[in-house]
């Protein structure tokens, strides 16, 4: 199967965060700035994200994130799917096949989710992943009398019966201050909702029709995570491979994810990961100029070999260490 051609983000919404060691920072919009707050500076990014996510989604189109944390500056894409990706210099971004979407927890229930949700499924929490503070704007610029106005930490210890406040993406966030680019293609359709249940518990179906099946076994979908120190984590259904690099090509139908080297030393193309239905996790480095090998390992892995790793792994592709796990 043939995998799409990158594609250019439009600079328009300019949206920049800056995130700081102690799980605080800001998110600006078109110049207007909010306060974020989280546990964790992971969880922060993730909030963040959600909220791009929400953008992307209400034009339909990939936006871009430029974020600052501490002395490292990186501008991702981030698209309606909630699949984020490194920007290159070009404003283009690589395909998005086999990678998955991003993912955390709600501030209330905890319940794993997708940046994608706007309600907790769980607990009906409206906002799950919200990070900022201070009132919110709904779409016909009202403020929201319910919005708290402090950050959203420590979570509390119990699910809250209330929902917060909804984010919305006000038309004064997203007005250009002047006629956005036009764009390069017609915008795509927007993701629809998740369908509802077909029929409710206990209600009775139409005549003759047989009574639904109860739920099948479930099986755990094997997802290989790449967590970097530079850049938000890379989620892969198995079985399936990436290209680490610079401005990586794809190799074989893998994805390519462009690595932030804050030194230059990755190489434009550096190694492969791959991981199949058993959860099996492979690197293979592809003729880097600076290697490829585990922390602490005085000696790469020879160029052109694949060698099975096991999860948790933390490997050093010249100047940057990431970490492959199971998710």
């Given amino acids: 199967m043939s995998i799409p051609p990158s594609e250019y983000v439009v600079a328009w919404p300019r949206i920049v965060a800056v995130v700081r060691p102690d799980g605080t920072g800001s998110l600006t919009v078109n110049g207007t700035e909010r306060p974020c707050g989280a546990e964790s500076v992971e969880v922060l990014r993730t909030g963040m994200i959600a909220r791009c996510v929400a953008i992307a989604r209400s034009l339909a189109r990939p936006v871009r994130f430029t974020v600052t944390e501490g002395e ?12 984020v990706q490194l920007l290159g210099e070009d404003g283009m971004v690589a395909p998005s096949e086999g990678l998955t979407v991003h993912e955390g927890r709600c ?8 940046v994608t949700e706007t309600r907790c499924p769980q607990c009906g929490t409206l906002e799950p992943l919200r990070v900022e503070s201070g009132p919110a704007e709904d779409e016909l610029g009202a403020r929201s009398a319910s919005s708290a106005s402090s950050p ?20 004064s966030e997203i007005e250009p201050d002047s006629p956005p680019p036009p764009a390069d293609r017609p915008p795509r359709a927007p993701i629809p909702a998740t369908p509802p249940a077909a029929s409710a ?9 047989a009574p639904p099946a109860g739920p099948g076994p479930t099986t755990r979908t094997v997802r290989m995570r790449i967590s ?37 030393l990755v190489s434009r193309t550096h190694a492969l990961l791959d991981v199949d239905a058993r959860g099996r996790i492979t690197v293979t480095d592809v003729g880097s100029r600076n290697g490829t090998g585990p922390v602490g390992s005085r000696t790469p892995f020879p160029s052109g070999q694949p060698h099975e790793v096991a999860p948790g792994t933390r490997l050093r592709l010249a100047d940057v260490v990431c970490t492959v796990e199971l998710a």
């Fill in 201 to 209: 518990p206990g209600r009775p179906g139409p005549a003759g029709a």
């Fill in 152 to 171: 959203p930490r420590p979570v509390p210890d119990r699910p809250r019966a209330e929902a917060a406040a909804p984010t919305a993406t006000s038309p």
């Fill in 228 to 264: 970097f120190e530079h850049q938000p984590p890379v989620l892969l259904d198995a079985p399936g491979g990436v290209v680490l690099g610079r401005a990586p090509q794809t190799r074989d139908g893998r994805t390519p994810v462009p690595v932030v080297s804050p030194r230059g």
């Fill in 72 to 83: 490292a500056t990186w501008t991702l894409a981030v698209r309606p799917t909630g699949v």
């Fill in 107 to 114: 501030r209330s229930c905890r319940r794993l989710q997708p």
